[in-house]
C-alpha cells in the first residue's frame, strides 16, 4: 500500500480522497487546526492531520500539493530536502524564480502535474525542435474570476459579452492570479519560459466552462489546441481536470 501526503483540505484535495485509486491511502493531511478534528473523525484515526509536513516522523510515497502557490512556497524546498517526492498543481509558484531555483536545487523528486491542460507532452517535444510563439488564453465565467484580481480590471457584475481583461506574460498572470492562472504557468515551464509565454485572460458571462486554448508554432510546424472542461462544483476556480490531473499522479504512484 503507497502512503500519499495531502497538503491542503479543500475543493481539490476533496477531489481526490473521492476518487483515490486502489492500493494508495492517505496517511498524512497537511491543513490548518480547524480542520483537524473533522479529518480524525473522517478516517476514523488512521489519517494524521498535520500544520507542518516536517511533523511527520515517517516517510510517505508521495506528497501531492492540492492547495496553493502560497503552499508551494511555504513548505516545497523542505519537502525536497527531505528526500521525498513532490508533486505540485499550483505550478504558478514558479514564476517566483528563486524559489523555483531553490525547489530545483533541493533534492528530492519534483513533479510539475498537468493540471487543467492537455498537450504539454506535444510542447515539451516541440520544445527540442525550436519553439518559437506559444500563446495561452484562458476563458472562464464571471463567478470563475470572483475574488481574484480581475475585479479590479472588469466590473464582472455587468459584463454583457467575452472580453479579454488582462495580456501579459505567464510570469504576471501567474503573480497576479494565484488561483487562476496556475495553467499559464504549467504552459511556460514546459515551452518557451515564463516572460515568452503570451497569456490572455477573458470573462464570458455566457459559459459555465473553463476554456483553455493553446496555439503553438515552431520550426517543428504549429498545433493549436482547445480544452473546455467543467470546474469543481465546490469551487468554480478550480478545474476538474487539474483534480483529476492529482488523481492520476496517485494512480501511478500505485503502479510503481
Not at 480542520?35 to 500544520?51: D, K, S, W
Not at 507532452?121 to 474570476?145: C, F, H, I, M, N
Not at 490572455?200 to 466552462?209: E, G
Request: glycine share 8%.
Amino acid at each position: 500500500m503507497k502512503k500519499v501526503m495531502l497538503i491542503g483540505y479543500g475543493a481539490m484535495a476533496q477531489a481526490v480522497i473521492e476518487r483515490l485509486p486502489a492500493n494508495v491511502a492517505i496517511g498524512w493531511i497537511v491543513a490548518r487546526e480547524s480542520h483537524h478534528q473533522a479529518i480524525l473523525a473522517r478516517f476514523h484515526g488512521e489519517v494524521t492531520p498535520l500544520v507542518d509536513p516536517l511533523a511527520c516522523d515517517a516517510t510517505p510515497d508521495l506528497v501531492l500539493e492540492c492547495a496553493s502557490q502560497q503552499a508551494v512556497a511555504q513548505y516545497g524546498e523542505a519537502v525536497l530536502k527531505r528526500g521525498w517526492h513532490l508533486a505540485v498543481i499550483s505550478t504558478g509558484a514558479l514564476a517566483d524564480s528563486e524559489l523555483e531555483q531553490r525547489l530545483l536545487n533541493a533534492g528530492g523528486k519534483l513533479t510539475l502535474l498537468a493540471g487543467a491542460v492537455a498537450g504539454i507532452d506535444g510542447l515539451s517535444a516541440a520544445k527540442e525542435g525550436g519553439l518559437q510563439r506559444v500563446t495561452y488564453q484562458s476563458r472562464k465565467s464571471p463567478a470563475s474570476w470572483r475574488g481574484s484580481y480581475a475585479e479590479q480590471l472588469i466590473d464582472l457584475a455587468t459584463v454583457q459579452e467575452a472580453q479579454i481583461f488582462f495580456e501579459g506574460s505567464a510570469r504576471e498572470a501567474a503573480r497576479l492570479f494565484p488561483a487562476n492562472a496556475n495553467v499559464a504557468a504549467t504552459v511556460a515551464l514546459g515551452g518557451v519560459g515564463m516572460d515568452d509565454t503570451r497569456v490572455q485572460l477573458m470573462v464570458d458571462p455566457a459559459t459555465k466552462r473553463n476554456t483553455h486554448t493553446l496555439h503553438v508554432e515552431g520550426l517543428f510546424g504549429e498545433f493549436h489546441l482547445e480544452l473546455s472542461g467543467l470546474p469543481l462544483a465546490s469551487n468554480p476556480k478550480t478545474s476538474t481536470l487539474a483534480a483529476l490531473s492529482a488523481v492520476r499522479a496517485c494512480r501511478e504512484l500505485a503502479q510503481c
